[in-house]
């Protein structure tokens, strides 16, 4: 018997990913469930019509990349997992109430070495009419200077839900301070101690799987991502995947990247709440077929397995290992990443995808050295880029994925395609 599964994707103007997501995934075609039976999947794009909270969706699971942003998909969001059971990659209701700041808060009580941090309030009272009158009464003036001192210089002033770097200013003096706290205006910001770091990790976890990749924050959008495949120690490596995991399963975000600093052998994590990142072809290049293929098998895995979605936090769990006095923090590292491998069920997740993933290996490598993906490659370019930018960009892609290509070719041991 086959069941089919339709899996909705809610976009923003992106097409890159999606037809990749779309294209593995008819060609991977029917798989084997552990229920003896034979799964099949669709996809399709998701538009948002108004809807009757009691409607019935016809996705069996979604992934969204549009909620953080917009208002009337996120709700849908809530309805069909909260009613529905539809399966959601991110929590929507952690993901919208969980902003930088509260995922600052669970990580310092974990334990993590996220930089001290400061919120202080408002510059300029917030457009409420009764704002000055009631903030006069628990509003205390305070000296931003000490606090500064405090923390120390240099530090980051940044806004307390983060996002897409607005309003992110590095300051190195008092005067620095005082500007970045007036223009601040109604955001509301953290102060937090800057980490002279050697190297910045930014980890891409989908479901039971992380890629940890080193980030360059200063260069363009396009050669962020460094393909450099021993930039950490094996244990600090180990540290940062377990960070990302730890994260993930404690806010149940199952698409969400992490930004750690990492100095000497310490580990900071600084930016962790970014459920649904950017997977563009043109930033992620090399690690896209990775993020594609991560992402049909999560998201078949989840479908085959009949994978429930967890509204629950249950935080004991987590605050019970933190809160023990006996632990040292690598003792406690490990039992999380004993908690998170058990919130993925990634013992069940690798024996499922060890019987398939050879065959999903050969039909992306095959996919992607083809001529079909070539043409992707082309239009997303075109798409993203100015027309005088083209060709050195095509150029540009072309290269770092013929380098997969050869590499994946090498790692399977199959002859050039
Ligand atoms: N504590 C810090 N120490 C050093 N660099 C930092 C720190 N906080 C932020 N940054 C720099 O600022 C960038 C943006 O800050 P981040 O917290 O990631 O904000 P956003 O949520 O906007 O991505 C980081 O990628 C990093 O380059
Ligand atoms: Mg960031």
């Known amino acids: 018997m086959i069941t089919r599964h339709l899996i909705g994707l809610l976009l923003g103007t992106e097409d890159d990913w999606p037809t990749a997501f779309t294209e593995i995934l008819a060609r991977l075609g029917p798989v084997p469930g552990p229920d003896g039976g034979t799964h099949a999947f669709d996809t399709e794009r998701i538009t948002i019509e ?17 909620a953080y942003w917009y208002y009337h998909p996120r709700e849908w969001l809530k309805k069909v997992s909260m009613m529905d059971g539809v399966y959601l990659l991110n929590s929507p209701f952690t993901f919208q109430s969980m902003e930088k700041h509260a995922a600052y808060c669970a990580m310092m009580r974990l334990g993590l070495k996220v930089p001290e941090t400061v919120l202080v309030p408002y510059k300029n009272p917030v457009d409420n009419s009764r704002y000055a009158y009631t903030s006069a009464r628990y509003n205390k003036s305070f000296d931003l200077d000490a606090i500064a001192e405090k923390i120390g210089y240099p530090m980051f002033m940044k806004p307390y839900d983060g996002g897409a770097w607005r309003g992110v200013s ?3 003096t008092p005067a620095e301070l005082h500007a970045a706290y007036d223009a601040s205006g109604e955001m509301l ?23 940890v990749m080193r980030f360059q924050p200063e260069e363009p959008m396009h050669s962020r991502y460094a393909v450099d495949h021993a930039f950490l120690s094996p244990q600090t490596g180990t540290e940062v995947v377990t960070i990302g995991r730890l ?20 580990v900071y994590p600084i930016d962790y709440a970014n459920a649904c990142p950017d997977v563009a072809l043109t930033s992620l290049h090399y690690y896209f077929p990775w993020a594609m293929k991560a992402l049909v098998k999560w998201s ?10 967890r509204l629950d936090l249950e935080t004991d769990r987590f605050f019970q290992v933190a809160d023990d006095p ?3 923090y690598e003792d406690k ?3 999380y990443r004993d908690l998170a491998d058990a919130y993925f069920d990634s013992a069940r997740y690798y024996d499922y995808w060890s019987g398939l993933q050879a065959r999903l290996d050969e039909v992306v490598l ?52």
């Open 189 to 211: 910001m953290h102060l937090q101690k800057a980490i002279d770091y050697d190297v910045f990790a930014r980890s891409l976890s989908i479901g039971a799987e992380t890629m």
């Open 50 to 66: 108004p809807f009757s909270l009691r409607d019935r969706p016809r996705y069996n699971l979604v992934i969204d990349r549009l």
């Open 300 to 309: 078949v895995f989840a479908l085959v397995t009949e994978r429930r979605p």
């Open 170 to 172: 590095r300051i190195n």
């Open 366 to 417: 095959d996919w992607i050295a083809g001529p079909d993906f070539d043409q992707l490659l082309v239009r997303t370019v075109k798409s993203v880029y100015p027309e005088h930018e083209h060709d050195r960009f095509i150029a540009h892609l072309r290269g770092l994925m013929d380098l997969w290509v050869r590499e994946e070719t090498t790692r399977l041991g199959t002859t050039t395609p």
């Open 333 to 335: 590292l490990a039992v």
């Open 326 to 328: 006996g632990m040292s």
């Open 247 to 266: 994260v993930n399963a404690f806010f149940r975000w199952e698409f969400n990247s992490c930004e750690t600093l990492i100095s000497g052998d310490q």
